[in-house]
């Protein structure tokens, strides 16, 4: 594998991880991008599939640490999860009888409406106390179940962790503040991306050396983020916004450069 290679895939894990662990969402709808223009992956097919295992272990790496900081609402995740992964099966396979060059297009649209959607203020009021139990089941589950399962689906197409939907999904189902949705996502965006990959994987279209690149890229990046958590937190609109136009612009050049 070419030096220049190695050290592109090594930069490209480092900013997913960084991404994943600082807004626990939407770093992994740039990866698979920058497996195809970055890193030099011809098979956009391999690249969905190399994104979704490194996408799975990243999100890993960057859950411990939101754990211990005790943001994660776990019964939420799980039905989340649960009926996401359903969605991922069907969305993967899907994605896979697809022309690659179409993959791309539209990919690329998809991006360019998350970024345009990232761009809308956020409204309604947080419940810092939201939990998942016999009472809430169900005010809760008939939200948590559609809305894990659409997202699933389009995250088993794309090949994504399918954080950057994850968030704003958790949100819009139970009020949960964005540092809980942020640490709680990080479990859903695991399970979507496991799926993902073990059918892409079954099929081998994943490159596994460039998976620990992107991994040992992962760890470095993640550890940053999460160093950097509080920072972000404080400027979390501008950071949010700049990542938004960050998503229109690759989401373009993907579209137009299929």
Known sequence: ??????????????????????LGAGGSILMTPLLVYGVGVGSAHAAVG????????N???SLAGHARAGTVKWRCAGVFALSGVIGAAIGAEAGKALDGRRLLLLFGLLMIGVGLTMLRPRR??????????????GELLPRLIPIGFGT????????IGGGFLIVP?????????????TGTSLVVVAALGATTATSYAASGLVAWPLVALLVAGGLGGAALGLAGARYL??????VERGFAVLV????IYVAVMR
């Open 248 to 251: 229109i612009a690759v989401g």
């Open 59 to 61: 999100a890993l790496v």
């Open 169 to 181: 999904g958790l949100i819009a189902a139970t009020a949960m503040p964005m540092r809980n949705a």
């Open 233 to 238: 937190a404080a400027r979390r609109g501008l």
């Open 124 to 137: 309604g009021e947080e419940r810092g106390d939201v939990r998942l139990t016999r009472t809430s089941a």
């Open 1 to 22: 594998m070419p030096l220049a290679m190695i050290l592109a895939a090594l930069g490209s894990g480092g900013l997913i991880g960084l991404i994943l662990a600082g």
């Open 50 to 57: 190399t994104s979704a295992v490194a996408v799975t272990l």
């Open 152 to 159: 699933g689906l389009l995250a088993g197409f794309f090949g």
